[in-house]
């Protein structure tokens, strides 16, 4: 059946599922969002204050460092607060790899190469399998292997593939197949180039990320560009904006990045002008306002935000609730695409948060009673 907006479709690249804990990763599930604490892990309180609002903001997995046996120690109380998946970075020492699967990670972040010998290798396979651990490849443009670099004479698409084969052969070899892998690289075009290779050679699910990208703005730019376009392009199972920034943040803006391209929905969809002096009202921190009033809001519904009925009327058309900019202080107001009524702008702000709120308790109603009628029908039958 084709599709009636045929520009928008995406393909995504097939992948074999494997499971982060309860979270299905790769296949048809959900591209899932995930971010990193930066708290000390040895301080368990203070990394379950942040793995929470990582959670408030809609995280699916996260990552915690694991760099020492403190670390690993905390790990268990950490992991048995957390209402998500957690993903333990190891990086050089096999044994904080054997603690974490213990403790309770549902995914060690290892560059098998680094691990040590086979029989060390071994031994991580042996405790993810123990413990049903997932094991994510992490190979990266600034810590390739000294004979890569040999043969590369630098980093390039080339080099990072090769790495991640070599890797995942070490786990086939030890018949460990519930891996996802990723080819990380803070140069934009290094990245988009090793993952599409790569994307062609395996069939496992593929961590994105642009790494080392910036702090707010500039990584969200770079990041949005190089795994924008690879989403686009169908590939990708799971992301991570890596940022100088507050890992809720990450997380923002990795659904904002999956929203726009219609691979998840998630919360309010703002559309909004950037402002100008026909505006009726001042855009720019109305918008502010919006999107940190309405940030609790889970259900996805969109709303327009224009100053002024150039574009406002044709906008709100296409949104389930829409402001547009007026004379003397009133503004319309538009329901389902309709214009409904006025609004001052002394209430604009705790109308339109009011009506968010109504129509999300809505559609989440009417979800409620889809399934109640599912069930309903699965009784009768």
């Not at 892998?181 to 090793?194: E, M, P, Q, T």
Request: hydrophobic share 40%; proline share 3%; with cysteine.
């Amino acid at each position: 059946m084709s599709s009636i907006r045929p520009w928008r479709d995406i393909a995504r690249r097939k992948s074999r599922q494997i499971m982060v804990g309860s979270v299905p990763v790769g296949g048809d599930a959900p591209i899932t969002v995930q971010t990193m604490t930066n708290t000390l892990t040895s301080d368990a309180v203070a990394t379950i204050d942040q793995i929470r609002r990582c959670e408030d903001a809609g995280a699916d997995l996260i990552r915690v460092s694991c760099p020492d046996v403190e670390s690993t120690a905390a790990f268990r109380k950490i992991a048995k607060a957390a209402r998500v998946p957690l993903i333990a970075d190891i990086h050089f020492h096999y044994k904080r790899a054997l603690e974490a699967a213990d403790a309770g990670a549902a995914c060690l972040r290892i560059n098998p190469g680094n691990i040590g010998s086979s029989d060390r290798v071994a031994e991580v396979v042996r405790a993810a399998k123990a413990n049903g651990c997932a094991i994510r490849i992490g190979v990266n443009a600034g810590s390739l292997e000294k004979d890569l670099l040999e043969k590369y004479g630098e980093p390039c698409p080339e080099a990072l593939v090769e790495s991640a084969l070599d890797h995942i052969k070490l786990l086939q070899d030890h018949d460990f197949h519930e891996y996802k892998v990723a080819v990380k690289a803070s140069d934009v075009f290094l990245a988009v180039a090793a993952y599409s290779g790569l994307a062609d050679a395996v069939d496992c699910p593929l961590h994105l990320g642009i790494t080392e990208a910036g702090g707010l703005i500039g990584g969200t730019v770079k990041s949005s560009i190089g795994m924008g376009n690879l989403l686009w392009a169908g590939i990708g199972d799971t992301i991570r904006v890596s940022l100088s920034a507050e890992p809720e943040e990450e997380v923002r803006v990795g659904f904002e990045m999956l929203k726009a391209l219609g691979l998840r929905t998630r919360g309010v969809r703002v559309v909004s002008c950037p402002s100008c002096a026909r505006q009726g009202f001042d855009v720019i921190r109305t918008v502010e306002a919006l999107e940190s009033r309405l940030s609790h809001i889970k259900t996805p519904l969109s709303l327009s935000v224009l100053g002024c009925v150039v574009n406002g009327p044709g906008e709100a058309r296409e949104t389930d609730i829409g402001l547009t900019g007026g004379g003397n202080g009133k503004h319309m107001v538009y329901l389902s695409g309709v214009t409904d009524h006025t609004v001052s702008s002394e209430a604009m702000l705790d109308h339109i948060v009011s009506l968010v709120e109504a129509k999300a308790a809505e559609i989440e109603a009417g979800i409620g009673a889809e399934n109640d009628d599912a069930r309903q029908v699965d009784v009768a039958e």
